[in-house]
């Protein structure tokens, strides 16, 4: 036995061994089988761990995974365990386990604010744990105060004067170091806002508010702030009043009623009560007496109105009116009125003016000049502004005073357009609105809001981006230049990242973490919301802060960001991405590296993203990669499946920017079953089989092949048929010959590049249990046009009959088919159109009931019965030829007629020696196969002048038309024999012109030009007829003029000229020739 030590743990080994002697070693044996060593815990801890600060509640912990080799146990089974606590309490240990052996990093959360913390961890497999790191330390962000202070008091100390006191906020909510304490206050149901005054320090824990209003209840809160921010008011709000104090003088002091002895007096209480009003003095004398003679009357703190009497007609009084409190009288309310009856409503004040200079921020000044007061003293103004471009008019104050030439006002929004109005009132009533003034803009102030969402992320190992969002419009406050943004080193980061520095005296590094002294300025457009600092120290946090300015000034700083510098994220994402198809589910991807000057440290790995092209959301993967290969393998991927796949690279800091997402397509695969099989309209004989789509087509979809065969055999033959269905639609098959009652096994699979997987079922022929029985009495009636089948209903099924089918089996193919269905409940009687059926096929029809059991028994066939159409007899062949022998019959007698009159003619006419004048007739003729004849080498135009129309003729032209000729001639020079060879007459007639001429005219009017006595002077032309047994059809030529319609055709015979119809192929009959067919 030899014991063979170092082994890795969970790996595969072979061994073999050789002999060896003095002469040398001997060959090697055979090689063991494979032998797998146990699994053990792992040997190290994950390496390269570091820690930074996430959050004010959260720390960043990063590592580099175990390697594959040295998991030693399953990799299914190999995670981490993170413990970590705080230094000044190490019993309190706390753990997180992280299950993922491929993740680098993790964050912890639920830790306290601006608290040191000491990390370490352990990889495990299912064995057991491996050893601890070594302990890393790292902080949490200072924060803003959780708590609030504790113990707020107040106490009203006059009456325009508060103290606040409270203790200091609890140390384990603090959070950071205590830079002062804000007291927030307001006039309950009085101001909308609170207001703020601040205290410095975090040793003075009382205040003095003063210049408040008087015998007003406030509202007071107390909170705490740190360089972050403030933190919690505290709660619930503490109410105080002032003191009182003498009341503010009445206002709307109006005389609603004169007379010439009385008058009426209208008022309302004070705006600035300060205190709880005890009544009203009322005082009045002549305006010309002395000033001390006055009449006093003094009324209950709920009157009022009062009305003097016994005063003198048509003079001025003078009249004072005051409030009083616990603290005496306060300060009248004069005003004149004189004692008549003769007033009106005042004018509206004129020459609005808001002088520039008096134009600030968030005030102005508004100048006037009053206008008539009627008769009756003016006793307030009332103000309205409107925010320019689309704001309503609304009050600013209605009780300013009659004595009052101008007013300031106040509250308004820096460099925002307004426009004032003003109306005056005396004690008739209102007077009409001020013209309006011109538009007047508040000056600009420093902007209200810091730049949000401010954000720093390492860039490189020596810069960071900065990044934020402007401040919203109506914070602007002006027009924005640009921002300042602010950054210094915190000192207490100063050591490299792997190092831990123990903080000796928190309080002086809190002091110094203030110190504003130690912050650069860098100026950013306002256009640009992204910065880049840059040139920063390695291995250093920094703390940046922004701010927005104008002309006038910065605004408020951002919460203060932290960040480390020296560890940076790939800048750059990877090149020359590639994807290539492998299999059906796998995709080769390839890249190289991001450029060198953007790897910002050493790549350990790649992050590959892939997901369907249609899907991103739901079905993105990732994997890592912490090899420096450049190539990997995405397995167990979707078939015939277009993927993009993005890749990205990490350091120690973090994962760089994604690639451009880059497509593959994996290759087609057999499809998956289909997604459903199912029968319906099942007979006897018959059935519709359906199915759905792959629900994984896993390619193009070729077509599909159903199989179905009988589950035991028939008559002793199972027969398996097989039908190949080509696209993916239709997806349904006819099966038309099935047997009664018998149970089928159908099959169903797709195919693109091959078949899928089988999809199974088994139906069973009709019929269905507790279906109709058949009808009965079928029977078949034919038409000329259609067949009408009969039927009686048979038996009930289980349900009521619902309808019927009918179902054919024409001759030519012998299997019954579903021919008509959804027949109503209750019919007997279908009929169908021959139209329906193919012709000259015969059809046998049967009968089936359907309810809703399903298809019944269907019924006996009908009489076969055949699908020709019966045509009437005159359209049978043997009518249409009787009556064309018959019409051939009546043609031949015409002709044979009309050959004999001519013959006699010409005998006659030869025999007397006397001049015959030229006979023309018009002749319709059959187009039958008649010799024509033909003048060689001459063509004819034929006009016809014969053709009568109203009694008027157009006038003659010439034209070889009208043949004119001496039959003298011709028996003297042909001896009644020129033509017995019978030569065809090629003719080219023109078209027939509308002229008409009376018989007399034709037979009187010399010819113009005679076509016979032409050729036969010439004696070449004697022997120019030639017979021909078959003459080709005429050819004709148009004559240009001529009108539409068949033009007539000449035929020279040995006695008159014949016209007959132009019809092309036409024959005309010539005396004394056989050439009848």
Not at 325 to 334: H, M
Not at 757 to 762: G, T, V
Request: proline share 8%.
């Amino acid at each position: 036995m030899l014991e063979i030590p170092d082994l890795t743990p969970y790996t595969h080994y072979r061994f073999r061994m050789r002999q060896a002697n003095v002469v040398g070693a001997g060959p090697f044996s055979q090689s063991s089988r494979v032998i797998q060593t146990l699994q053990a815990p792992p040997d190290v801890a994950p390496t390269s761990i570091t820690v930074r600060t996430a959050s004010e509640t959260s720390l960043r912990l990063r590592w580099v995974p175990l390697p594959d080799s040295q998991y030693n146990g399953n990799p299914e089974s190999v995670g981490y365990r993170i413990k970590y606590w705080r230094p000044d309490l190490p019993s309190a240990v706390l753990t997180q386990v992280i299950s993922d052996r491929l993740e680098r990093e993790f964050t912890v959360e639920g830790l306290e604010e601006w608290t040191e913390y000491e990390l370490q961890m352990q990889a495990f497999n299912a064995i057991g744990a491996g050893p601890w790191s070594a302990a890393v330390r790292g902080r949490t962000r200072e924060s803003v105060p959780s708590a609030a202070p504790e113990n707020v008091s107040a106490e009203a100390v006059s009456s325009t004067q508060i103290l606040l006191t409270w203790a200091s906020v609890p140390e384990p909510d603090q959070n950071g170091l205590i830079l002062g304490y804000k007291i927030l206050f307001r006039a309950k149901d009085l101001d909308p806002e609170p207001r703020s005054h601040v205290v410095r320090g975090n040793h003075t824990q009382s205040a003095l508010l003063a210049g408040l209003g008087k015998f007003v209840l406030y509202e007071l809160q107390v909170l705490a702030f740190t360089r972050i921010g403030n933190g919690v008011p505290s709660v619930p709000p503490i109410l105080e009043r002032t003191k009182d104090d003498a009341p503010g003088p009445p206002v709307r002091l109006v005389f609603p009623e004169v007379r010439l002895t009385s008058v009426r007096i209208v008022w309302q209480p004070p705006e600035e009560p300060n205190g709880i009003i005890l009544g009203y003095q009322i005082a009045y004398r002549l305006a010309s007496s002395s000033p001390n003679t006055f009449t006093t009357v003094e009324v209950g703190a709920t009157v009022r109105q009062f009305t003097a009497t016994e005063l003198a007609p048509e003079s001025a009084y003078v009249f004072r009116l005051s409030a009083k409190t616990r603290q005496g009288w306060g300060e009248p309310l004069e005003a004149t009125v004189i004692t008549t009856e003769k007033r009106e409503r005042p004018a509206p004040p004129r020459e609005l003016q808001v002088p520039q200079a008096d134009v600030t921020a968030r005030s102005l000044c508004l100048r006037w000049v009053p206008g008539s007061d009627g008769a009756s003293p003016i006793r307030y103004f009332t103000l309205q502004l409107r925010e320019l471009p689309r704001g309503q008019w609304q009050t600013y104050s209605s009780s300013i005073s009659h004595e009052a030439t101008a007013c300031v006002v106040e509250r308004l929004r820096p460099f925002t357009s307004y426009k004032l109005r003003l109306k005056a009132t005396n004690d008739i009533g209102d007077s009409d609105f001020s013209a309006e003034t011109e538009a007047v803009t508040t000056l600009q102030d420093v902007p209200g809001e810091p730049p949000r969402s401010v954000s720093v992320t390492p860039r490189t190992t020596s810069s960071v981006l900065i990044q934020w969002q402007p401040p919203r419009d109506e914070s602007l406050n002006g027009l924005l230049q640009g921002y300042r943004i602010y950054y210094r080193e915190l000192e207490y980061e100063a050591a490299p990242a792997t190092e831990s520095k123990t903080l000796k005296t928190p309080s002086a590094l809190r002091a110094e973490l203030t110190a504003q002294s130690s912050f650069k300025t860098v100026n950013s457009s306002s256009t640009e919301t992204t910065y880049e600092l840059t040139h920063l120290k390695k291995y250093r946090r920094y703390e940046v802060v922004l701010t927005a300015y104008n002309v006038i000034g910065e605004g408020p700083a951002s919460a203060p960001v932290e960040v480390f510098v020296g560890e940076a994220a790939p800048a750059q994402a990877p090149q020359r991405v590639h994807v290539n198809p492998l299999t059906a589910s796998q995709l080769e991807v390839a890249w190289e590296p991001p450029p060198p000057e953007s790897q910002n440290g050493i790549i350990q790995g790649y992050k590959i993203y892939y997901w369907e092209a249609d899907s991103q959301n739901d079905t993105e993967k990732m994997r890592v990669l912490f090899l420096p290969e450049t190539t990997a393998k995405l397995k167990n991927l979707t078939s015939h499946t277009k993927y993009l796949v993005s890749i990205s690279a990490f350091n120690a800091a973090g994962d760089g920017p994604r690639s451009e997402p880059q497509p593959g397509c994996t290759h087609q695969a057999a499809p998956g079953t289909p997604s459903f099989l199912a029968f319906s309209e099942i007979t006897s004989t018959t059935l519709n089989v359906s199915w759905g789509e792959p629900v994984a087509a896993n390619g193009v979809l070729q077509g599909y092949r159903v199989v179905y065969e009988p589950l035991a055999p028939v008559q002793g033959v199972s027969k398996v048929v097989t039908v190949d269905v080509k696209g993916n639609w239709p997806r349904w098959l006819k099966v038309r010959d099935l047997t009664k009652g018998v149970t089928y096994f159908f099959r169903v699979q797709a195919r693109t590049i091959a078949y899928g997987p089988e999809l199974q079922a088994n139906v069973t022929a009709g019929p269905a249990e507790g279906s109709p029985g058949s009808p009965r009495d079928v029977s078949v009636t034919k038409s000329t046009s259609e067949l009408t089948l009969h039927w009686t209903e048979g038996r009930a099924g289980r349900t009521p009959t619902t309808g019927y089918v009918i179902e054919a089996r024409p001759s030519d193919e012998g299997l019954w088919d579903m021919f008509a269905k959804d027949i109503p409940q209750g019919a007997t009687a279908y009929t169908v159109s021959l139209d329906q059926l193919r012709q000259g096929v015969t059809y046998e029809f049967r009968v089936v009931a359907v309810n809703q059991a399903g298809y019944g028994e269907p019924s006996s066939p009908s009489a076969a019965v055949s699908a020709q159409v019966e045509t009437p007899f005159y359209e049978q062949w043997w009518f249409l030829l009787v009556m064309a022998l018959s019409s051939l019959l009546v043609i031949l007698l015409v002709v044979f007629s009309l050959l004999l009159h001519g013959q006699s003619k010409k005998y006659r006419n030869c025999g007397t020696g006397k001049s015959i004048s030229n006979m023309e007739e018009s002749v319709t003729l059959d187009n039958g196969g008649f010799a024509a004849l033909e003048l060689n080498s001459r063509h004819l135009n034929v006009k016809n002048t014969f053709s009568k129309k109203n009694g008027t003729r157009s006038p003659p032209r010439p034209s070889p038309g009208g043949l004119h000729y001496s039959d003298e001639d011709l028996c003297n020079k042909y001896n009644g024999a020129a033509l017995t060879e019978s030569g065809a007459l090629q003719e080219k007639p023109g078209d027939a012109t509308e002229s008409e001429v009376t018989d007399s005219e034709s037979e009187d009017a010399p010819p113009q030009h005679s076509f016979v006595n032409h050729y036969l002077s010439d004696p070449t032309y004697y022997n120019s007829w030639k017979r021909r047994a078959g003459a080709a059809p005429h050819r004709y030529e148009a004559v240009a003029g001529a009108e539409a319609g068949p033009a007539p055709r000449a035929v020279v015979t040995t006695q008159s000229a014949v016209f007959a119809p132009a019809a092309r192929g036409a024959r005309t009959p010539l005396t004394g020739f056989s050439s009848f067919v």
